[in-house]
Structures are given as C-alpha cells and as structure tokens.
T-cell receptor, first 114, second 111 residues
Framework: DTAVSQTPKYLVTQMGNDKSIKCEQN?????MYWYKQDSKKFLKIMFSYNNKELIINETVPNRFSPKSPDKAHLNLHINSLELGDSAVYFC?????????????FGPGTRLTVL | GQQVMQIPQYQHVQEGEDFTTYCNSSTTLSNIQWYKQRPGGHPVFLIQLVKSGEVKKQKRLTFQFGEAKKNSSLHITATQTTDVGTYFCAVGTGTASKLTFGTGTRLQVTL
C-alpha cells in the first residue's frame, strides 16, 4: 500500500542512451512533481502536473520530457543522457486546493550515467 | 527568483546536545514547511507554519516562524541518533503548487 512509488529504484546507463522513470501515487492527489537532487543534496523542482496539465516547467533541458497519462501517474523520459544527469530523481504528489498542502515523496530513483 | 538559504550546511553533535537550523528568505513568505530526509531516504513532511511569530512543537522539535515572516528555525532538544538526516525548509512561490526548497542542513549525531 505504498503511497508514492517509483520505478526503477536504481538506473545505471551509458552516456547517450534514452531512459524513462515512472511514478505512481495512490493517494488520490491531483498534482505531481519531479525533483532532481544532486550530490550536494540540493533539491530542485523540474516539472509539475495538475490533473494531467503541465503547470510548472523549470529551466530544464528539453532532453527531459515529462508525461502524465492520468492524474495518478507521472513519467519522466530523458533523451541523450549526459554525465551531469546523474542524480537522484524524486517524484512527489500533493492535493491542491489549499496553499501549503504537504508534498508526499516517492523513494527516489538513483540515476548513474557512465 | 526565490532564494532560500539554510545555515549551517552541516552540524555534528554529540547525542544529548541541542541543535538548531535556520532558514532565511529574501522575500516575505506566506507559509513555510519543514521536511526531514534520512540518509538514503526521501524527504518527509514535518510541519507547516503560517502565522507570524508562530511556534509549534513536536516532542523534542520546536519550529518557529519569524515575526517578519522571512525566516524560520527548527530546534531539536537533546538530540538522538534517530535525528540524523538532512533538514530542509521549503517555501511556496508563485502558484501555491510550487515549493522552493532550502539548501538543507545535514545533522550528524554521534554517541
């Protein structure tokens, strides 16, 4: 009965490859996020979807393309992976409608680009 | 854009000592949240502060929102090894959906 789940947990791949990370939440939330956490632990928002609509798109290379097939799922596809993409990627979800509602994070996907 | 700094970046304490992390914003905030991330884990919500000067307690943790709503602090009394982790403040920016996380304070507790 995991609230926010991500697959895979670990991803090791070569530079130039294309990979996807998947996220699912069973909390009934309508807003989902992707965050990138680098080696210094800085947590930076990348994208957010509300009811399948993109609402936040930070300055992220267009090699990163999020997709939300429904409000319970948010996937992240990365093309032409680079060394600098190595990081932990966290998915999170939230119920909108009230400012300050907490975000629930998934366990993270550790991406290593060789 | 919104900048949220936390100090210190890192603190190492002996078990039983107190610990405080400070969060400072360049702008007035409507609310602030605190999260804890254990080593190898994911951020977990601790609390939200909304009112100027607000103080909230959770067992040994005390959270405070500054009078000017530009800063906040988290104080842990008599730390335990279970307190180890990185503590982040997070502020809402732009739309209520977006959180900007602080730089984090990593706490190490040894016996």
């Amino acid at each position: 009965d995991t609230a926010v789940s991500q697959t895979p947990k670990y991803l090791v791949t070569q530079m130039g490859n294309d990979k996807s990370i998947k996220c699912e939440q069973n909390l009934g939330h309508d807003t989902m996020y992707w965050y990138k956490q680098d080696s210094k632990k800085f947590l930076k928002i990348m994208f957010s979807y509300n009811n399948k609509e993109l609402i936040i798109n930070e300055t992220v290379p267009n090699r990163f393309s999020p997709k939300s097939p429904d409000k319970a799922h948010l996937n992240l596809h990365i093309n032409s992976l680079e060394l600098g993409d190595s990081a932990v990627y966290f998915c999170a979800s939230r119920l909108s409608g009230r400012a300050g509602n907490e975000q629930f994070f998934g366990p993270g996907t550790r991406l290593t680009v060789l | 854009g919104q900048q949220v700094m936390q100090i210190p970046q890192y603190q190492h304490v002996q078990e039983g000592e107190d610990f405080t992390t400070y969060c400072n914003s360049s702008t007035t905030l409507s609310n602030i949240q605190w999260y804890k991330q254990r080593p190898g884990g994911h951020p977990v919500f601790l609390i939200q502060l909304v009112k100027s000067g607000e103080v909230k307690k959770q067992k040994r943790l005390t959270f405070q929102f500054g009078e000017a709503k530009k800063n906040s602090s988290l104080h842990i009394t008599a730390t335990q090894t279970t307190d180890v982790g990185t503590y982040f403040c997070a502020v809402g920016t732009g739309t209520a959906s977006k959180l900007t996380f602080g730089t984090g304070t990593r706490l190490q507790v040894t016996l």
